[in-house]
């Protein structure tokens, strides 16, 4: 009897201690993205990491992937939807499927800089806009500045005209589509990885990107002439599935919210510092020309890509372009 007693002892306490390292188990968090580790985005995944590594130790590990190591930016999303990764960084010009709201950051000439996108998206109506795709299972949890796009081509391209005819790569976005339809271009989807390829053999005649994407994927290299419009925002969004995001506890939900927080301030600042230093890295490469837009010229193609709001202004939301407007006054 006593044998027995001591049995269903020992028993219940490997039961107990079972459980307690089943409860104790590492939470691992797999964060896919396109960028290098050298862009704003690459940085920030990295700190991230390293925060996570410091203040969450034992309990969650992320394990970065960057430069599209496991997935694109469109598969990504239905690898985050599956389970397959827990957290990614895409384009909010990738949602379209998942929602139409996001968009408004494709519209061109919304954004009047850095500073308005900063203005909208720490605001309410840019922080309700997190949720916008919650209903399709995902989750944002922070907006991820890259900055303010510019166009390339093998030509100079100063007025709408100068786009006539030319193939230009874009993001998988109706909106982004329509901008260049609106100066009679021929915009192509395609994924950020083929680009560079793309430029070099013809397949394509220009694209749009910020510096920092245009420096650390070398598409200075292989195209003759860069202009400074500014023309609109490129913006991440870390996001994560609902589903994931649910099955945490709640003070690991807590601790990860606040640490994304900080990352995000570190990130925009990268982003802020980047777009100049990228900017005069090139210049001062010497492969190409930039061309920077008088008022008169930018107003034109303004005037030629504006349309595209009211476009778009019943997905968006009408509401959202007036608060970015706000922010850009």
Known sequence: MHSFVRFFAVLIICSLAFSQTIMAKEIVIKFSHVTTEKTPKGKAAKYLQELVAQRLKGKVRIDVYPNSQLYNDKEVLKALLLGDVQMAAPSLSKFGKYTKKWGLFD?????????????????????????????????????????????????????????????????????????????????????FSEVYNALSTGVIDGQENTWSNIRTKKFFEVQTDFTESNHGVLEYVLVTSTEFWNSLPKDIQTELSAIIKEVTLKETQWALEAAQADKEYIIASGRTKIHTLTNEQAAQWASAMKPVWKQFEANVGKDNIAAVRKCSE
């Not at 944002?140 to 030319?166: C, F, H, V």
């Open 107 to 191: 519209l061109p000439f919304l954004f009047a800089d850095n500073k308005a996108v900063a203005c909208f998206t720490n605001g309410p109506k840019g922080q309700a806009l997190l949720d916008a795709a919650s209903t399709k299972g995902l989750k944002g949890l922070g907006y991820w500045l890259n900055g303010m796009k510019q166009l390339s081509a093998n030509k100079p391209l100063i007025t709408p005209s100068d786009a006539k005819g030319e193939k230009f790569r874009i993001m998988s976005s109706d909106v982004l589509e329509a901008q260049f339809k609106a100066v009679d271009a021929n915009p192509q989807k395609m994924a």
